[in-house]
């Protein structure tokens, strides 16, 4: 005979019994939060959502506990279940990491209370009780001494927290100060890992998130990236040549294992651009709409090129001292392709220091550049010193030329070298010059019009692009550039 009370208490034991591996955790999810989280990767260089959630999991209880962190970036579709399964690791953390002080930071309240609400849901799925007290609209507390709260878009709310967990979601939408302050609100204990966790689609190509995963990629933090495709539902009876889906798809659909209804994501492809489909369920790249050079493609244009002998060589400069110093060095083929081979990007250093360092990056004798073209600018007096770059340049061997031009000037003829009239390319740029490949990407106008219809001046992607601007306007009209004696 069955014996009902035997199998509630084998259920319960099996409740608070720690998953040990991956396959574990999915099937302690699927029974006891009743979410099945897809575990496939389908597209090159993807990643599943159940890799998200056992490295969110798992870091606390292997060897990677020896990581100095256990930071995540988590980059994914529109309903692709981000915030659900960040729920779902942040009620394995309360349960299973004794003491473990977790805090959900969305870009609005409305998105942290979505988080917040998944959780409260998964914890009246039976797990009443591992509560200390009652469940409050932004709080709830732990016999084991977590907890979880959810704190608001401001300085004020972050600041002062020392916790172990913090959630990040749609960081797209997070105030940059907001960001800055969370960023020092996690702290490690003797059991548990120290995790800032960073969640969001990415729409904008100069957004916090895109900052972040370039920031993730040089530091070396794991991003978990999926689409459309690892967490759609299997197609087992569709035709794929009538399907709208097929030209993405290519029978991806076929070997998924995700909950995502195709009918609803044939709908919204309809209903979208391409380049928000792309962007907002593809994840492939943000939308464009407010680039400036919306038809650079690092695919088409970043090559790898070297210094030739044969050709001229040029170099450019853009002044800073806070806001970086640029160097490009270029050579322009018999083609007529412009191939930028080098960049030196520093800020916070001198001009002799500038100096030296452009020296030792020759490729050649200094008497083989045929032009060192920059920034106008550079040839004002300083009030303090009372003498000018252009000036401290020529003194240490470096003779710069310049002609004044408008910026549209300047970015008109870029755009040409990136795509003409004839959508043919003339500007290769070397894999080395990271900066300037970040900032044709990036370099965007206003959100906000402005009236002057100029390209936002950052401070972080205007420099690059102003010295490739000075490139460009001075070897297309070389006779009207300006070699200054002082």
């Known amino acids: 005979m069955f014996d009902i009370e035997k199998a509630e208490h084998i259920y319960s034991v099996l ?40 490295h969110s999991f798992n870091t606390d209880f292997s060897d990677t506990r020896r990581m100095k962190n256990a930071d ?18 942040t009620l394995l953390d309360c349960i299973f990491k004794p003491n473990c002080q977790v805090r959900i930071l969305a870009g609005s309240g409305e998105q942290a209370g979505r988080m917040y609400q998944y959780l409260t849901t998964f914890l009246y799925h039976g797990f009443e009780e591992f509560l200390d007290g009652p469940v409050r609209k932004d709080k709830c507390h732990f016999i084991n001494g977590s907890a979880v709260e959810v704190l608001t878009q401001s300085p004020t709310s972050v600041r002062g927290q020392h916790i172990q967990k913090l959630r990040c979601d749609e960081v797209e939408l997070f105030d940059e100060d907001v960001f800055s302050a969370a960023k020092f609100t996690t702290l490690s204990t003797k059991t548990i890992t120290a ?70 994501c044939i709908t919204q492809m309809c209903r979208a651009s391409r380049a928000g489909w792309e962007a907002e369920m593809l994840c492939k790249k943000p939308m464009l709409d407010n680039v400036v050079f919306n038809e650079f493609d690092p695919a088409v244009h970043v090559k790898p090129v070297e210094y030739d002998p044969n ?42 220091v500038h100096a030296e360092e452009i020296k030792s990056r020759m490729p050649c004798g200094e008497e083989q550049v045929t032009a060192t073209f920059c920034d106008p600018a550079g040839a004002g007096v300083n009030d303090v010193t009372g003498t000018s770059v252009v000036r401290e340049l020529r003194a240490m061997g470096i003779v710069t030329r310049f002609r004044r031009s408008s910026i549209a000037e300047g970015i ?70 300006t070699a200054r004696r002082y």
């Open 15 to 54: 409740r608070r019994s720690r998953p040990i591996t991956k396959v574990d955790l999915k099937n302690y999810v699927k029974v006891f939060l009743g979410v099945n989280v897809p575990d496939k990767i389908i597209c090159p260089e993807h990643n599943s959502p159940m890799d998200y959630l056992w």
């Open 72 to 89: 995540s970036i988590v980059w994914a579709n529109r309903a692709g279940g981000k915030t659900e399964i960040a729920a779902v690791a």
């Open 195 to 264: 995790a800032m966790e960073m969640i969001s689609t990415m729409h904008r190509p100069y957004g916090l998130m895109q900052k972040i995963t370039v920031s993730a990629q040089q530091q070396g933090t794991p991003i978990f990236k999926w689409c459309v495709w690892e967490v759609i539902e299997r197609c087992v009876d569709r035709s794929c040549s009538q399907c709208p889906l097929w030209i993405d798809c290519e029978g991806k659909a076929k070997i998924a294992s995700g909950y995502l209804k195709i009918d609803d």
């Open 311 to 352: 050709l001229p060589l040029y170099r450019t400069l853009d002044f800073g001292f806070v806001n970086p110093f640029v160097c490009l060095w270029i050579q322009v083929d018999g083609d007529g392709v412009v191939r930028v081979l080098d960049e030196y990007v520093r800020s916070r250093a001198t001009v002799d």
């Open 412 to 481: 008109e003829l870029i755009r040409r070298a990136v795509r003409d009239g004839s959508s043919r390319s003339s500007l290769v740029i070397s894999p080395r010059c990271s900066r300037l490949i970040e900032a044709l990407q990036c370099y965007h106008y206003p959100d906000c019009a402005t009236g002057n219809e100029l390209p936002l001046k950052d401070g972080v992607y205007d420099h690059p692009i102003d010295a490739l601007r000075y490139f460009f306007v001075n070897y297309k009209h070389p006779n009207k550039a």
